[in-house]
């Protein structure tokens, strides 16, 4: 179990928009990570931290390859890697079963293999015969739990979690939230986003703290958490006196 | 980030062709299930296109000969599948946005679903067509031959659908081209006209066009049962291999630049 599942090397990522009056020829680039160096060691759970718009989502794509480096090297030794909010692929018209195969199989599993897990899917989600009417008629926590379900039960090497622990009604939810923490807590590898220290120290045993694209410390949680809390607050405490002596912080107030 | 090869190991090959059908399957499932006439729509749609072109061209025009509904059917069968292989694969990946933005899937499988789609829908069209002309009274002696142009026709309208889905995210402009080239291609490939009533010296420009040679390859081989044109057949053809190729590079080159602009 040695080893990392992905390696990031000093990797950048730009994001370009065309620009230009009339023939928008010129383009505006805006790099969202810049020399980020990092390893997801297999089996560990790494916490990502950081303010709006520094990164994080990013690092979530570049990690799972839905995103290419514009600069630096990504090794990954890991096959299947996938976020666990998987509902942005359905098609409303489709069962529940369908849309669960094919997300299986957009997870990598073979058709087979995706069908194999349905029943899974079925008693994990609690759908029952719910899973055999087309998508649109789910209410919003249905189809987040039929989304989650499926991701669960493919099982990828990589689960990447972007702040979703409360998906569905109360009692889906506790649930959720045990499996989730059992899987994270697991020697799966996760990298869970989230804005809540709370959840990051109660199940990451690593934590980056990303700021303007850039890594602003690594290392064990408790260190990092308490390094970014104290520099949340110093921020806000920026922000609160400048807006009570009228100066205004744009800056700071930008998401 | 290792290049892009065309030669990818089986395993990936075999998952990416299994993701692309079960897309096809779902798209036409899902189709069904959102109109009250459900699968009817396949067939009544194109006979509703085909008996506006009839109605206008063969009586208010005047246009029609004796043969001309045959004529005339087979023209539109042939245009309206190179019709929707490109108009759909041109706009598969951008279509398929979620997905894009979540996964680190081949997107080879959005225009690949988007053509097996359309070749589904016209083969079904294309049987109905050829029971009509058998019922019309043409031989099906010399059928055989339709095999080898209707592969050069996919080919050629894979290469293109490949393509156009590779690059229309990156250069949205091209699909506004697009739709003009199409309602320029319908009224210069011959589909309610002979390429022999085109005036002598434009008939080498009018061939010039690949869909012009094919639905005249199309209506050879199934009015007359004859040898359509080989050289121009065969041309076509290793265009549209080429144009797959190129297509394939393309969007394997891009892989990792389609979740920047497909939003």
């Given at each position: 179990m040695s080893g990392f599942a992905v390696r990031l090397d000093g990797v950048g990522l730009r994001y370009s928009r065309p620009t230009g009056r009339f023939i928008r020829t010129r383009s505006i680039e805006h790099w969202a990570l810049k020399d980020v160096s990092l390893d997801l060691m297999r089996g560990e759970s790494l916490g990502v931290v950081g303010g709006n718009g520094t990164g994080k989502s990013t690092l979530l794509k570049v990690i799972a390859g839905i995103l290419r480096q514009d600069g630096g090297r990504v090794v990954r030794t890991a096959k299947r890697i996938g976020f666990l909010s998987l509902q942005a692929g359905f098609i409303p018209h489709l069962s529940g079963v369908d849309n669960a195969v094919l997300g299986g199989m957009l997870l990598g599993l073979s058709a087979r293999e995706a069908r194999e897990r349905v029943d899974e899917i079925a008693a994990f989600s609690e759908l029952g015969s719910k899973l055999y009417d087309p998508l649109f008629t789910y209410s919003a926590g249905m189809r987040a739990r039929l989304g989650l379900s499926t991701a669960l039960a493919a099982r990828p090497d990589v689960l990447l979690i972007d702040e979703l622990l409360a998906v569905g009604d109360a009692p889906f939810r506790a649930k959720c939230a045990g499996t989730v923490k059992s899987v994270i807590r697991s020697d799966a590898t996760v990298v869970l986003v989230s804005h809540n220290h709370e959840t990051i120290r109660e199940l990451c045993d690593r934590v980056v703290w990303l700021d303007g694209g850039r890594v602003q410390m690594v290392g064990g949680a408790d260190a990092v958490l308490q390094a970014h809390a104290k520099s949340v607050v110093e921020k806000r405490d920026r922000v609160m006196r400048s807006s009570v002596t009228g100066e205004g912080n744009s800056e700071a107030c930008g998401s | 980030m290792s290049s892009p090869t065309i030669l990818e190991p089986p395993s990936v090959l075999t998952r990416a062709a299994e993701i692309a059908l079960f897309r096809a399957y779902a798209e036409l499932k899902a189709e069904g299930q959102k109109t009250y006439l459900s699968y009817a729509w396949w067939l009544l749609e194109p006979v509703l296109h085909m008996s506006i072109y009839y109605v206008v061209i063969g009586k208010f025009l005047a246009r029609g000969t004796e043969d001309f509904v045959p004529f005339l059917l087979v023209g539109l069968v042939v245009w309206r599948?190179?019709?929707?292989?490109?108009?759909?694969?041109?706009?598969?990946?951008?279509?398929?946005?979620?997905?894009?933005?979540?996964?680190?899937?081949?997107?080879?499988?959005?225009?690949?679903?988007?053509?097996?789609?359309?070749?589904?829908?016209?083969?079904?069209?294309?049987?109905?067509?050829?029971?009509?002309?058998?019922?019309?009274?043409?031989?099906?002696?010399?059928?055989?031959?339709?095999?080898?142009?209707?592969?050069?026709?996919?080919?050629?309208?894979?290469?293109?659908?490949?393509?156009?889905?590779?690059?229309?995210?990156?250069?949205?402009?091209?699909?506004?081209?697009?739709?003009?080239?199409?309602?320029?291609?319908?009224?210069?490939?011959?589909?309610?006209?002979?390429?022999?009533?085109?005036?002598?010296?434009?008939?080498?420009?009018?061939?010039?066009?690949?869909?012009?040679?094919?639905?005249?390859?199309?209506?050879?081989?199934?009015?007359?049962?004859?040898?359509?044109?080989?050289?121009?057949?065969?041309?076509?053809?290793?265009?549209?291999?080429?144009?797959?190729?190129?297509?394939?590079?393309?969007?394997?080159?891009?892989?990792?630049?389609?979740?920047?602009?497909?939003?």
């Open positions: - | 599948w190179f019709n929707t292989s490109v108009v759909s694969g041109a706009s598969a990946i951008t279509a398929a946005k979620g997905i894009v933005q979540n996964v680190g899937v081949d997107k080879t499988v959005f225009p690949a679903a988007a053509l097996m789609v359309a070749l589904f829908k016209f083969a079904l069209v294309f049987l109905i067509l050829c029971v009509f002309l058998l019922g019309y009274g043409y031989s099906p002696s010399g059928w055989y031959l339709l095999l080898p142009v209707l592969a050069v026709q996919f080919l050629f309208q894979a290469g293109l659908a490949l393509i156009l889905a590779g690059a229309v995210p990156f250069l949205p402009d091209i699909k506004i081209v697009l739709e003009n080239a199409i309602k320029a291609l319908f009224f210069l490939s011959g589909i309610f006209y002979a390429g022999s009533s085109v005036p002598e010296a434009y008939q080498p420009y009018f061939y010039m066009n690949p869909i012009a040679s094919l639905i005249e390859a199309h209506r050879t081989v199934l009015l007359t049962g004859s040898l359509p044109h080989v050289g121009r057949l065969a041309i076509i053809g290793a265009f549209g291999l080429v144009m797959i190729l190129a297509g394939s590079w393309i969007i394997r080159y891009k892989r990792g630049d389609f979740a920047k602009v497909v939003v």
